[in-house]
């Protein structure tokens, strides 16, 4: 997998594939897995490269509860079902980078009673993940975690795929994963590794833990922030930080996750629009979350379906999607393309040229064949998200320019 190039289609499993995530009966096995086959050359379509896909491994609920890391959740099938997907994906040319829970498993899990490494209290109680008493804590102190991870990661390199998504990456020491990286390079020296960061310095947590890329989720809440509220200074902000940690270690960049309220949802059409244009044009790694380029809504909610508007099931085949939000994929077509032209820009560097409320231009400039490149970026709003629910979104415009030639304008002209 070259980095240069690299854009995923990210998307969660257990909910893009239909599969019941509680009140789980005792014959819930299938193989829904295949159920993203009709979807990769639609992805290949989009322009993406890679699929970054959430929990696969037998787990408790929601996936980030794993039970046995060496088993495909029954829910989603088996390994034959893996092998077909891996087999389907890179005869498109689509790497597969899969969600790796090392941070802490099912209270349930194996580990637990019996005698495995999870950490434990003073008294000898299980450690909760953030109290959550259904997760445990792995001890990244003892040497059998190491030894588990690595195997673990191993195991399904061999089977195919490219790399690993940390979760929780930044709760774990660094010491821990650079001892995990190292080795496991020693046997697979092309697999890549993405962390999961929130808070903090990004670069230099990535440097000290040996991976390639972190999230960068600082960027991603400016971007709605800014456009949700017609502040662009919170972007440019950003944007000088975004730079800085770029000069040091490639961020993973995204408008959307798992984790998060949609973007159409919480800026707007247009502010979907604006927020994607930012994404392919700023240095990084892009991932597209399923559904975005089709304006999908969905807001976090609370209890134990809290996610479940995030994650929602796809339909059979992309031809089944509604029409509602089938204008957008072909602008995400256009700016991904943009950046498929643009390689440079993975690596290019930031600078804020204007800054306004609801004006912003930025400049992105790049020597990577060895001769110089530059696009400029400039967007507007026309002011931020009324809080009346009923009362329409604002309009925005975007521009860019690469090397002179405009390659890209909304609306369209």
């Known amino acids: 997998m070259n980095l240069d190039y690299a854009i995923w289609w990210h998307a969660y499993p257990l909910g893009a594939c239909g599969a019941p995530v509680r009140d789980r009966d005792g014959d819930d096995a299938a193989p829904r897995l295949r159920r993203l086959e009709p979807w990769l050359d639609y992805v290949v379509r989009l322009g993406c490269n890679g699929l970054l896909l959430g929990p696969i491994f037998e787990s408790v609920a929601h996936g980030y509860d794993t039970l046995d890391h060496y088993r495909i959740d029954r829910r989603l099938g088996d390994e034959e079902d893996f092998r077909r997907l891996i087999e389907a994906a890179h005869a498109r040319g689509l790497d597969v980078i899969l969600d790796g829970v090392f941070n802490h498993v099912a209270a349930t899990h194996p580990f637990v009673d ?50 690993w998504r940390l979760d929780v990456a930044y709760a774990v020491p660094t010491e821990f994963w650079a001892e995990v990286i190292d080795r496991v390079h020693q046997t697979h020296p092309d697999a890549k590794f993405l962390g999961e960061m929130i808070h903090g310095d990004y670069a230099e947590f990535g440097l000290a833990s040996h991976l390639d890329t972190v999230t960068q989720y600082e960027l991603w809440k400016a971007v709605w922030s800014s456009l949700k509220d017609a502040n662009f200074f919170e972007l440019a902000h950003a944007l000088g930080r975004h730079h800085d940690f770029s000069a040091k270690l490639l961020m993973q960049t995204f408008v959307g996750n798992h984790d998060v309220d949609r973007i159409a949802g919480t800026v707007g059409d247009a502010g979907a629009v604006l927020a994607a244009t930012v994404l392919f044009t700023v240095p990084g790694l892009p991932s597209v979350y399923y559904g975005d380029e089709q304006a999908f809504r969905g807001a976090k909610g609370e209890g134990w379906g809290a996610d479940d508007a995030l994650r929602p099931p796809l339909p059979g085949t992309p031809e089944e999607l509604s029409g509602l939000g089938r204008w957008l994929y072909p602008v995400y077509e256009a700016l991904i393309a943009l950046r498929r032209r643009h390689p440079w820009l993975t690596c290019g560097e930031i600078e804020v040229v204007d800054t306004e409320n609801t004006r912003l231009v930025y400049r992105v400039t790049g020597t990577a064949d060895g001769t110089g490149h530059r696009a400029d970026v400039e967007l507007t709003v026309s002011g931020p998200v009324p809080e009346d629910a009923d009362a329409p979104y604002p309009e925005g415009t975007a521009r860019v320019t690469v090397d002179g030639e405009v390659e890209f304008t909304w609306p369209r002209r």
Not at 134 to 158: G, K, N, Q, Y
């Open 114 to 163: 019996g005698g495995g490494p999870v950490r434990r209290d003073a008294g000898g109680d299980v450690v909760g993940w953030e109290g959550d008493g259904t997760l445990a804590e792995l001890d990244h102190s003892d040497p059998r975690t190491a030894d588990f991870v690595i195997d673990v990661m191993r195991h399904w390199l061999d089977r195919g795929i490219s790399g």
